[in-house]
Each structure stands twice: as structure tokens, then as C-alpha cells.
């Protein structure tokens, strides 16, 4: 079986300059102050994990990064260039980042196939060919090549959700941002998509993601970064955030969460 690829193959590559660096961030709506100052840095191949109340501002982050929100002041770096300088190209940006969402990922009108590839196709102008030899390889990785024709609303939630992470994988990014990936889903298609995020760990991607499983957290992530209020209040190995949580609102968040 062939590998998930990893997600940062054709980035110069200076294992000193984080993917992520995001200095200072603000972030308001109106009077509602959501990131306050927020700094934070994710290194190539790791994984981190927002975890936080609703409300807290992961959401906001991860579309920050995404360029999906401007930020009111602070800078985010994407491997070292300065991406919140308004003469950057969003697009240029984005096409460098994968992201997948909660739910409605998928284009409901095209086939799993053709989602997958379409990014590569349009975005990077891979040759039709290539980009779909490449998806038929993502979708044997989680095992729904046989579904490569279908349209989306033939598989499960878990299965949706595994095309919607392959396919942001397809153009290569050099950033994976997964915000819930697995909250819209039955409970027990959580542990597929789970799992498969597992694997691209261990392919090498690096990856910044908001969830609730606190499970997966203690095993995956190599980083747990919590958020209160727009704040990180603290962060470190999940043996530390987790198993022993120094702030009495972490200690809070997980009584609830565990
Ligand atoms: P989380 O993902 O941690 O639940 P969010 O980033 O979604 O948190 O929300 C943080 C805060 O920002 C909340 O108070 C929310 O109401 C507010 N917020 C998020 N998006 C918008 C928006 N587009 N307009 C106004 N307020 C927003
Ligand atoms: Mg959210």
C-alpha cells in the first residue's frame, strides 16, 4: 500500500523557519475582542492541537491563517513570508494550505474523484492525468478507490470527511488546518477520521487543528495549545496540558470535556 504523501513535498525546505508564526495577534469583531496578542508557532512535522471552550477563538484562528479573516494587527508568517501584508495574494496563499472544515466540505455536484483532483487541476494547472493518478492514489490510502465515480452523498459522514482530508492533501500544502473535523459526525464514524489524521502524522505532515477529542489529543499531538477567551493560556506536551494542567480554567475545560 502506498503511502499518504507528505504534505510539504516541493518547499524549500530550512527546517529552522517554523511553517506557522503567527506574532501578536489581534483579532476583533466590533467591540468583541477575540485574539488577544496571540502568538504562536508551528513547526515543520508537528502536530498541534487547539484545544479550548466554544467561543474561545480557535475557529478565528485557523481562518486567520487562512486569510479568511484579516487580522487587526499582529503578523502571520507562512514559512517565514509575512502573509498578513496586504500586497500578499490570498490565493497564492491559500493554494499553500490545506483545510477542512466541520462539515460540507465536499462539492455535493461532482464525483469524490473529481473533488479530490479539482484543487490540483485548477488551482496548481496539475495535467488531468497526473492529478488524477495522484487521487486515485489518496482515495486507495483510505480505501474508497472503488468509490472514486460516486458522488459525495453515496458515503458516510467518516468517509466524506476521509475524501475532504485527502483532498487537501492533493496540492501538497505545507499546512494542514483541521477545525472539528469529526464534530458533525455519528460517533462511531469518529475513529476512522481519527485515525487517518494519525496517519499523516506520521507521513510528516504538520498540522494545526481544533478539537474536542481530548483522547486523540494525548496521542497525536506533539503540542496542546489551550485557548481561553482568545488567549493561549498555556501549552506544552499533552502530558503536561492534559494529564496535569497548571491553570484552573484548563482543569475546568477538561472536567467538562473527560
Ligand atoms: P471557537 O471556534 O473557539 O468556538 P470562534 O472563533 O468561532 O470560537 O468564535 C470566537 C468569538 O468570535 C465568539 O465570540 C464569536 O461569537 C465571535 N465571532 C466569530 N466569527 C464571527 C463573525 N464572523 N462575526 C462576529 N463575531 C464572530
Ligand atoms: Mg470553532
Not at 484545544?51 to 486567520?64: D, E, F, N, Y
Not at 496586504?86 to 494550505?97: C, L, S
Request: glycine share 8%.
Amino acid at each position: 500500500m502506498s503511502a499518504v504523501r507528505p504534505s510539504d513535498e516541493g518547499v524549500p525546505a530550512d527546517p529552522a523557519v517554523p511553517v506557522l508564526e503567527m506574532r501578536g495577534v489581534v483579532k476583533r469583531f466590533g467591540d468583541n475582542v477575540v485574539l488577544r496578542r496571540l502568538s504562536l508557532e508551528v513547526r515543520r512535522h508537528e502536530v498541534v492541537v487547539m484545544l479550548g471552550a466554544s467561543g474561545s477563538g480557535k475557529s478565528t484562528l485557523l481562518r486567520a491563517v487562512n486569510l479568511l479573516e484579516r487580522v487587526d494587527d499582529g503578523q502571520v508568517l507562512l514559512s517565514g513570508e509575512d502573509i498578513t501584508d496586504p500586497r500578499v495574494d490570498a490565493d497564492a496563499v491559500r493554494a499553500r494550505i490545506g483545510v477542512v472544515f466541520q462539515q460540507y466540505n465536499l462539492f455535493p455536484h461532482l464525483t469524490v474523484l473529481d473533488n479530490v483532483t479539482l484543487a490540483a487541476r485548477a488551482v496548481h494547472h496539475v495535467a488531468r492525468g497526473e492529478a488524477e493518478a495522484l487521487g486515485r492514489e489518496l482515495l486507495a490510502r483510505i480505501g474508497l478507490e472503488s468509490r472514486a465515480q460516486e458522488y459525495p452523498d453515496r458515503l458516510s459522514g467518516g468517509q466524506q470527511q476521509r475524501v475532504a482530508i485527502v483532498r487537501a492533501l492533493a496540492t501538497r500544502p505545507e499546512l494542514l488546518l483541521l477545525d472539528e473535523v469529526t464534530s458533525a459526525l455519528d460517533p462511531v464514524l469518529v475513529g476512522e477520521v481519527l485515525d487517518l489524521i494519525g496517519e499523516l502524522k506520521r507521513s510528516g505532515s504538520t498540522i494545526l487543528m481544533a478539537t474536542h477529542e481530548i483522547g486523540f489529543a494525548r496521542e497525536v499531538a506533539d503540542r496542546v495549545v489551550f485557548l481561553d477567551h482568545g488567549r493561549i493560556i498555556e501549552q506544552g506536551p499533552p502530558s503536561s496540558v492534559i494529564d496535569h494542567p497548571g491553570e484552573p480554567r484548563t482543569r475546568e475545560f477538561l472536567a467538562r470535556v473527560l
